[in-house]
């Protein structure tokens, strides 16, 4: 029996056995963190971008002990922590703001998911004063003068452009050395997210341009249909860095577009706020989660994450993009079947039954070990 057998075996054991007792366990080595680096803000303002879409002008909360925000590069995102009913979860929301002018606060803008939870109460319920815990700001999309060429095409699709905006001013105010295009499609003009901002910036600003798409109307000004090779090709030069924020279905029709132009794979960046997964079959699991001096029990559907069951049961699992890339929810899994969508786990610790329960869906009933 290998050592790695050897450590499977003893986790299974402790699967089945454990019952709440203090337990030693040296396998967890402390990555999994508090929600550290948490700022206190207040809404400062509240905007009205589209029918269904707010921006939320967020500034410290001095009383809380926030006295100043922490700075940020273009493309990162802030976790947002919320209790709802006794539950806590977290939502993250990319900065669209100036990184040049945190004085000003940050904004992050809200679109409305159906049956969102987070975004509904956000759009719904919450007021200019109302006070929120977040994250410091996160995450490595965006821009980089050290890995990415000079010409930048932007692709954007309906909320996913707000990390070209705060991209946009930080190239207009000089402090990234690239041209930036952003190809921004919205079903309607009516969907269009800071309007008065994308008109600013192409008119004023030599080095960054948004080019429009309506898919569902024809007005003057706009081009029609979906992000297509035809609008792309007059932008592309010899070498070009692609970044990509919006539905997955649009990443999937531009990656066969930019094949066609031999745009390299390690060139194309993606933003990515969400995980797709639909089992074939929907069923119930049992969860059951070891923290440090005690255990709980709960459901956990086969087309729920093990992070969404945990935190619907109420427990405090550490979590942060929601994307299987950030690190801030990994735990071991002690026993059980499990699929792991996406996400960037090195294989070393996948091998070692490391996972991220941010993108971790149930096959069957599980025992999952959180150092909390
Ligand atoms: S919350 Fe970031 S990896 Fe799971």
Redesign the pocket.
Known sequence: MTKIDNLKKERKDIAKTYSGKKIKDTYIDGVIKNFQDIQYVKIKDIIEETNDTKSFILVPDEDKGTRELASFRAGQYI?LKMFIDGDYT?RAYSLSSAPNKINKGYRITIKRVPNGLVSNIMLDDMKIGDGLTISRPMGDFGYNKVRDEKNVIGIAGGSGITPFISLAYEVDAGLDDCNLTVFYSVKTEDDIIFKKEIEYFNKHCKKVKFVMTLTREEKPGYLKGHINKDMIEPYIKEFNTVLMCGPKALYKTMNEILGEFNIPRKCVHYENFMVDFLPIEEKTYELKVILKNDFKICECKSNETL?VAMEKAGIKA?????????????SVILDGKIKMIG??MEKALAQNDYI????TYPESDVVLRLDI
């Not at 550490?318 to 990994?330: A, E, Q």
């Not at 991220?356 to 993108?359: A, R, S």
């Open positions: 976790s977290t992070l550490p979590s942060l993009c929601r994307v299987g890339i950030c690190g801030y929810c990994r996400g960037n991220h329960p941010c993108i």
